[in-house]
Nanobody, 123 residues
Framework: QVRVTESGGGSVQAGGSMRLSCRASGYAYANYCLGWFRQKNGEEREGVANIDSEGNTNYADAVKGRFTISDRPGQILELQMNSLNPDDTAVYYC??????????????????WGHGTQVTVST
């Protein structure tokens, strides 16, 4: 059984940093993708960043150069977020695609999801 649990989140001022963590378990150590997605108030869920089992990463244009995704030992996925701005305010979700048939940053690829954690960036 695949389990996904996020931690971190909270409030930060614009320009600040925050790290999100996700513990994902129950999937094989091959042919998987791990991703971070976010959903802003009143909008559809969108991809933020992902990493596949080979270590390849993808980032949404809005976060390139500011966010870094890492797949740590022990099935820990992290998202380091720097230079945060109010437009980054959203509920952030960790997700697992297993098997992973494409590295595209698409919601439909992912079949296991965490419950989400709120990130609020204030001016």
């Amino acid at each position: 059984q695949v389990r996904v649990t996020e931690s971190g989140g909270g409030s930060v001022q614009a320009g600040g940093s925050m790290r999100l963590s996700c513990r994902a378990s129950g999937y094989a150590y091959a042919n998987y993708c791990l991703g971070w997605f976010r959903q802003k108030n009143g909008e559809e869920r969108e991809g933020v960043a992902n990493i596949d089992s080979e270590g390849n990463t993808n980032y949404a244009d809005a976060v390139k150069g500011r966010f870094t995704i890492s797949d740590r030992p022990g099935q820990i996925l992290e998202l380091q977020m720097n230079s945060l701005n109010p437009d980054d305010t959203a509920v952030y979700y960790c997700a697992v695609a297993w098997p992973c048939w494409t590295s595209a940053l698409m919601v439909s690829v992912y079949n296991y999801w965490g419950h989400g954690t709120q990130v609020t960036v204030s001016t």
